[in-house]
């Protein structure tokens, strides 16, 4: 068992989300960043589905009530156990009654904290993820909360430390394909032209983006868009002409002409991006879209 004993902007479990449950209206949710959190489970020796904690920005503060295996990925957040500094990424022994705390970190959005044995809370729909959208899933952590702990697997960590770049401090270049509707605007290339800046309105469901240089996106048809099936990575653009890429709780249907989707494997630098950072998009034809991942971990 762990003891939240207090949370910053935002904590909650999540895993790697419920996927197949679109014709319920359900979205899959689960870690925003996933190379991240699978890391995170990685050094603990769990599988990279465990459950674990995703915090936005740090200020968490946890005590252990007996001794657990914790690392923390992502977002750099400097941490301490009881008073003594420990390192990013790498494994952290907790003996009962010590207290992990996580300061803000200076690049990057959020971080992951994985416990040996997973955080054992009763699955929702097959999932442990919280999903903001739709309510699905333990509520956000607050003071007080205690989180079981699942029994430990079999495999054990074999390293003590991932040596991984931090997300980038300041402009994050991202790879998109055009389409599917990029012939309902005037110049869908504009999306490739000049950077724009990762807006204070995001969240888990979309990365919202503001024009910092360049043209606007402007629609060619004007008329209403049936409803169609989103995908994670989506670049929905509404009237407002500032677009929107979907997220780890991005709903599953939308209305919006979507003028290009992010590469899979660059999800979760978007997902890292912090409000106020300037992103480019750089374009990638579809049928190279598979090739050269950049995943960073």
Same mark, same amino acid.
């Given at each position: 068992?762990?003891?939240?004993?207090?949370?910053?902007?935002? &904590?909650?479990?999540?895993?790697?989300?419920?996927?197949?449950?679109?014709?319920?209206?359900?979205?899959?949710?689960?870690?925003?960043?996933?190379?991240?959190?699978?890391?995170?489970? #990685?050094?603990?020796?769990?599988?990279?589905?465990?459950?674990?904690?995703?915090?936005?920005?740090?200020?968490?503060?946890?005590? &252990?009530?007996?001794?657990?295996?914790?690392?923390?990925?992502?977002?750099?957040?400097?941490?301490?156990?009881?008073?003594?500094?420990?390192?990013?990424? +790498?494994?952290?022994?907790?003996?009962?009654?010590?207290?992990?705390?996580?300061?803000?970190?200076?690049?990057?959005?959020? +971080?992951?904290?994985?416990?040996?044995?997973?955080?054992?809370? !009763?699955?929702?729909?097959?999932?442990? %993820?919280?999903?903001?959208?739709?309510?699905?899933?333990?509520?956000?952590?607050?003071?007080?909360?205690?989180?079981?702990?699942?029994?430990?697997?079999?495999?054990?960590?074999?390293?003590?430390?991932?040596?991984?770049?931090?997300?980038? &401090?300041?402009?994050?270049?991202?790879?998109?394909?055009?389409?599917?509707?990029?012939?309902?605007?005037?110049?869908?290339?504009?999306?490739?032209?000049?950077?724009?800046?990762? %807006?204070?309105?995001?969240?888990?469901?979309?990365?919202?983006?503001?024009?910092?240089?360049?043209?606007?996106?402007?629609?060619?048809?004007? #008329?209403?868009?049936?409803?169609?099936?989103?995908?994670?990575?989506?670049?929905?653009?509404?009237?407002?002409?500032? !677009?929107?890429?979907?997220?780890?709780?991005?709903?599953?249907?939308?209305?919006?002409?979507?003028?290009?989707?992010?590469?899979?494997?660059?999800?979760?630098?978007?997902?890292?991006?912090? !409000?106020?950072?300037?992103?480019?998009?750089?374009?990638?034809? &579809?049928?190279?879209?598979?090739?050269? !991942?950049?995943?960073?971990?």
């Amino acid at each position: 068992m762990i003891v939240i004993e207090q949370v910053g902007p935002l &904590a909650t479990v999540q895993d790697l989300g419920r996927p197949g449950w679109f014709g319920s209206g359900v979205g899959p949710a689960g870690a925003a960043d996933r190379s991240s959190f699978r890391l995170a489970n #990685r050094l603990v020796g769990n599988p990279e589905e465990y459950a674990g904690l995703e915090v936005l920005l740090g200020g968490l503060v946890l005590r &252990a009530d007996t001794h657990v295996t914790v690392a923390v990925t992502g977002a750099p957040a400097p941490a301490v156990v009881d008073a003594t500094p420990v390192g990013h990424a +790498s494994v952290l022994e907790l003996e009962a009654g010590q207290v992990l705390r996580l300061g803000l970190a200076t690049v990057g959005l959020r +971080s992951y904290l994985a416990v040996r044995g997973g955080i054992a809370v !009763p699955p929702v729909l097959g999932s442990r %993820s919280r999903d903001t959208l739709s309510g699905i899933g333990p509520v956000p952590l607050g003071p007080g909360d205690t989180l079981p702990i699942g029994p430990a697997p079999n495999t054990i960590p074999v390293i003590d430390f991932a040596p991984v770049a931090d997300p980038p &401090a300041d402009i994050v270049t991202i790879r998109a394909v055009l389409g599917p509707r990029d012939d309902w605007f005037t110049d869908p290339t504009a999306l490739f032209e000049g950077a724009w800046v990762m %807006s204070t309105d995001t969240d888990r469901v979309g990365a919202r983006l503001d024009r910092r240089e360049g043209p606007p996106l402007e629609r060619t048809v004007e #008329r209403e868009l049936p409803t169609e099936g989103m995908a994670l990575g989506s670049i929905q653009v509404p009237p407002s002409g500032q !677009p929107v890429v979907f997220l780890a709780d991005h709903p599953i249907t939308g209305g919006y002409p979507v003028v290009a989707v992010v590469l899979d494997a660059d999800v979760d630098a978007v997902a890292q991006a912090r !409000p106020g950072q300037p992103v480019r998009f750089r374009p990638v034809r &579809a049928d190279l879209s598979s090739a050269n !991942p950049a995943g960073r971990a």
